[in-house]
């Protein structure tokens, strides 16, 4: 299976996302009482699809089963713009039926169907086990210069989410 940069940088911020939910500072294990209130959130949690998807996406955490992980695979090997529609994928995607209200606060935005997309694609890839990294070098220096690029774009998106946070009044999350 081929993962894209961007499901590739995705994956890890999303298990750190759901790290820093299931424990609380006494190590007491709060996941699910976490996830039940950032659902209640959702209307004001749908303005950061965008910039911070791997943030919003764990409202959906254990709300799809894949009936087809070819087409996730697939799914996992694309960049952000090149991504099917939602509807070509449901197929592929099971919404359990506790999701339905937050996929209609989702769908209300232009970039909600995009966003499902990436989500599903999220927990698909949080219920994989990781998969070992390629020991293949690249012939060429030039390899890592596209890869160098997108690692500072994902990070400008990264601070941009924070930046927006702490000026709805939340603080700065310690990376």
Known sequence: MTISPYFRHLRSAYASELDDLTFDSEGAHVLDK????????????????????????????????????????????????EFPDWHDLTHAVHMEPWTRPLVAIVQKHDMGEWFLTVAAALEYLNQKPEAPQSTETDASDDADEPMDEEEREAKAREDAGADWMVEQGFDRKES
Do not use: N
Request: avoid cysteine.
């Open 34 to 81: 976490r996830l039940v209130q950032r659902r209640k959130e959702m209307e004001f949690l749908v303005h950061m699809m965008e910039i911070s998807p791997e943030m919003v996406a764990t409202v959906f955490h254990k709300g799809f089963r894949f009936t087809s992980p070819a087409t996730m695979d697939h799914l996992l090997s694309l960049e952000a713009d």
